[in-house]
Nanobody, 121 residues
């Protein structure tokens, strides 16, 4: 089995910061790309930031300059540093990973259950 578990969400005031973490565990051989997605009430899930196994990154225009995605391959952990938070950043944030399970020759995609980020005064 493979699991992705997010942590670090919570309530923060506008202009504040949070750091999200996602730990991948289970029968994993290697992890390819990973990403953070978010979904606000009444809206579709959107990509916030992605990172390849080699460290190349991409960001949604709405978070460029404020968020930083990173990963620790040795720990199978993904991070999202969120600075200068705005009320419109309020959403459930989901971790996503494309990976190879042990013994398989094809990649699979997994989602975490999400962590809630609320930006409000």
């Amino acid at each position: 089995q493979v699991q992705l578990v997010e942590s670090g969400g919570g309530l923060v005031q506008p202009g504040g910061s949070l750091r999200l973490s996602c730990v991948a565990s289970g029968s994993i051989f290697s992890i390819n790309a990973m990403g953070w997605y978010r979904q606000a009430p009444g809206k579709e899930r959107e990509l916030v930031a992605g990172i390849t196994s080699g460290g190349s990154t991409n960001y949604a225009d709405s978070v460029k300059g404020r968020f930083t995605i990173s990963r620790d391959n040795a720990k199978n952990t993904l991070y999202l540093q969120m600075n200068s938070l705005k009320p419109e950043d309020t959403a459930v944030y989901y971790c996503n990973a494309d990976l190879f399970r042990r013994g398989l020759y094809y990649a699979m995609n997994y989602w975490g259950k999400g962590t809630l980020v609320t930006v409000s005064s």
